[in-house]
């Protein structure tokens, strides 16, 4: 099993739809979590961290559950500029990185 | 500031060439990392410097040589590597090495080994 998973998709929404991604990972010992997004052959880019009460950004809200080790993605009123690969990341307490395999959108008109 | 920058953004080297990655910041970020990312698949970690000392090497070939010259630069030297090096590589830096600190990516070397 790896230790972060993720739902590969491809999701494909249209423009105004609402979509969530999971992510689950197996490390108990996992501290802190993140959500980065990335562009067709452009870098990662970090989107939100996500806290323990849950947290938004404009029209996006991530959800940690540390009882069922899974986090979220919520994306309301889907963009087509929100097309791209979605990346969960876990952090352990020693500070390991691990990256899921990320999960792809495309928003459509 | 809030940039990591890298060069060069595209190289093609042979299996016989010596080349050099480069990358700065100047956050005042205390840990770097090289990552290595094909295509499809999520960034792997390569090398960690944190407070300009080499903290964790996941196991890479020696023909991938990282250098930390100082806090805002780090390089990644190439040597003798195969056609299957070929890929993204990606530095980052975070505020330090540990849990609670996200990445900034820079925006990635294309290596290409012929």
């Known amino acids: 099993r790896k230790e972060v998973e993720q739902d590969p998709g491809p999701f494909n929404v249209p423009e105004g739809a609402t979509v969530a991604f999971n992510c689950t990972y197996s490390n108990s010992a996992s501290q802190s979590f993140f959500w980065y997004r990335q562009d067709c052959r452009k870098e990662p880019k970090l989107l939100m961290s996500v806290y323990s009460s849950g947290n938004e950004d404009g029209r996006f809200t991530a959800q940690l559950n540390r009882a069922s080790q899974y986090i979220s993605l919520l994306i309301r009123d889907s963009k087509l500029s929100d097309s791209a690969t979605y990346l969960c990341?876990?952090?352990?307490?020693?500070?390991?990185?691990?990256f899921g395999d990320g999960t792809t959108l495309t928003v459509k008109p | 500031d809030t940039e990591v920058t890298q060069t060069p953004k595209h190289l093609v080297m042979g299996m016989t060439n010596k080349k050099s990655l480069k990358c700065e910041q100047h956050?005042?970020?205390?840990?770097m990392y090289w990552y290595k990312q094909k295509a499809k698949k999520p960034p792997e970690l390569m090398f960690v410097?944190?407070?300009?000392?080499?903290?964790i090497n996941e196991s890479v070939p020696s023909r991938f040589s990282p250098e930390c010259p100082n806090s805002s630069l780090l390089n990644l030297h190439l040597h003798a590597l195969q056609p299957e090096d070929s890929a993204l590589y990606l530095c980052?830096?975070?505020?330090?090495?540990?849990?609670?600190?996200?990445?900034?990516f820079g925006s990635g070397t294309r290596l290409t080994v012929v």
């Open positions: 990341v876990v952090n352990t307490n020693a500070g390991k990185s691990t």
């Open positions: 410097y944190s407070y300009e000392k080499l903290s």
């Open positions: 956050m005042g970020h205390r840990a």
């Open positions: 980052a830096s975070s505020q330090a090495y540990g849990t609670g600190y996200g990445y900034t």
